[in-house]
């Protein structure tokens, strides 16, 4: 059965850290390339980071040198590493993971951004 379950959302001040998790199961995670969009209310969903199979990445600029994204095909998990995160970094953020053929999304977490 496949599965992906995220993890690591919270609330957190201004200039705080967190780290999503992303663990798929029932599938061959280093296949896949990995995601993570986010969706604020009332916004479209947007991209925020993205790795290759191979380990390229690409960010959202505003979160460039900021967010870090990352994988462990040993433990089939994504992450998200977000340091110095901003009010406007609140959202519900998804892991998405996609090879030809295969469009999987996790459940949502919530990140909030709030002093």
């Known amino acids: 059965q496949v599965q992906l379950v995220e993890s690591g959302g919270g609330l957190v001040q201004p200039g705080g850290s967190l780290r999503l998790s992303c663990t798929a199961s029932g599938i061959a995670f280093s296949l896949y390339r990995l995601y993570w969009y986010r969706q604020a209310p009332g916004k479209q969903r947007e991209r925020v980071a993205y790795?290759?199979?191979?380990?390229?990445?690409d960010y959202l600029e505003s979160v460039n040198d900021r967010f870090t994204i990352s994988r462990d095909n040993s433990e089939n998990t994504g992450y998200l590493q977000m340091n110095n995160l901003k009010p406007e970094d609140t959202a519900t953020y998804y892991c998405?993971?996609?090879?030809?053929?295969?469009?999987?999304w996790g459940q949502g977490t919530q990140v909030t951004v709030s002093s």
């Open positions: 998405n993971l996609w090879k030809s053929g295969t469009d999987l």
């Open positions: 790795m290759s199979a191979g380990g390229a990445t």
